[in-house]
Nanobody
């Protein structure tokens, strides 16, 4: 099985910054996409950012220019640097990793980490 460990969430004032990280371990050989999603109370989970093995990144319009996704393939870790945080960024943030293990497709969600932005 694949395990994902997320960290970096917390309480921050509006305008502040946080850096989330998500590290994969276990049965995964090749990681293709590494992504972040978030779910605010009473809302559906929504896409935040993604990074592909080809080096392509994509962001939700709501976070463009404020958030930066990066990855360390050797460490099987994805990061989300969040700057200029606003109250609307308050949510549980989940990482998602997709790849393969011995040729078999693997997709795994992290356990989630709470980000709370106070105004």
């Amino acid at each position: 099985q694949v395990q994902l460990v997320e960290s970096g969430g917390g309480l921050v004032q509006a305008g502040g910054s946080l850096r989330l990280s998500c590290t994969a371990s276990g049965r995964i050989d090749s990681i293709n996409s590494m992504s972040w999603y978030r779910q605010a109370p009473g809302k559906q989970r929504e896409f935040v950012a993604t990074s592909t093995s080809a080096g392509i990144t994509n962001y939700a319009d709501s976070v463009k220019g404020r958030f930066t996704i990066s990855r360390d393939n050797a460490k099987k870790t994805v990061y989300l640097q969040m700057n200029s945080l606003i109250s609307e960024d308050t949510a549980v943030y989940y990482c998602n990793i997709q790849g393969t293990y011995r040729g078999i497709y693997v997709s795994k969600w992290g356990q989630g980490t709470q980000v709370t932005v106070s105004s």
